[in-house]
């Protein structure tokens, strides 16, 4: 095993309401994502991609709890600074704040599984571990 990364969210209701989130950064714009083990790959909020007048890459298919879609990539980076981990793009992109989510990305287990991965919900802990 590795180093262990760890850092606390405060206060704990937030991961029982919204979910455990994390910090991320995207053209020098910082955001929040949630942390998504349901999710294949991260993803970036389709409105802030175009805010940012990312450049456009191929669409992808997306099946989801919400529905299914096809949206497009973007040419960017997502860098996560807990971690000191970018996700290289072209990143796929989803609606987030379209079906009500105040977030700007979704870290998934592209990401995820580079770590053991543990959350105490109770404790608003959040222990990334490199393996």
């Known amino acids: 095993m590795g180093n262990v990364i760890e850092y606390s969210i405060s ?6 309401v919204i979910g455990p ?7 020098g714009r910082d955001g929040t994502a949630l942390l998504d083990t ?3 790959w991260s993803s970036i909020d389709l409105d802030l991609a175009e805010s940012l007048l990312l450049p456009r890459g191929q669409s ?3 099946v989801s709890a919400t529905g299914r879609g096809t949206f ?8 996560i600074p807990v971690l ?3 996700v290289n793009g072209p990143i796929r992109s989803l609606p987030l704040r379209g079906i009500g989510h105040e977030l700007d990305a979704v ?4 990401v995820i599984c580079r770590y053991e991965f543990t959350m105490n919900a109770a404790s ?3 222990r990334f571990t490199e393996l």
Request: hydrophobic share 40%.
């Open 84 to 86: 000191d981990f970018t």
């Open 124 to 126: 608003g802990v959040i």
């Open 72 to 79: 497009p990539t973007f040419g960017t980076n997502m860098y």
């Open 60 to 62: 992808h298919e997306t």
């Open 38 to 40: 349901g999710a294949a």
């Open 21 to 27: 989130v994390i910090r991320i950064n995207v053209q």
């Open 107 to 110: 870290v998934g287990r592209d």
């Open 11 to 16: 206060p704990a209701d937030y991961i029982r």
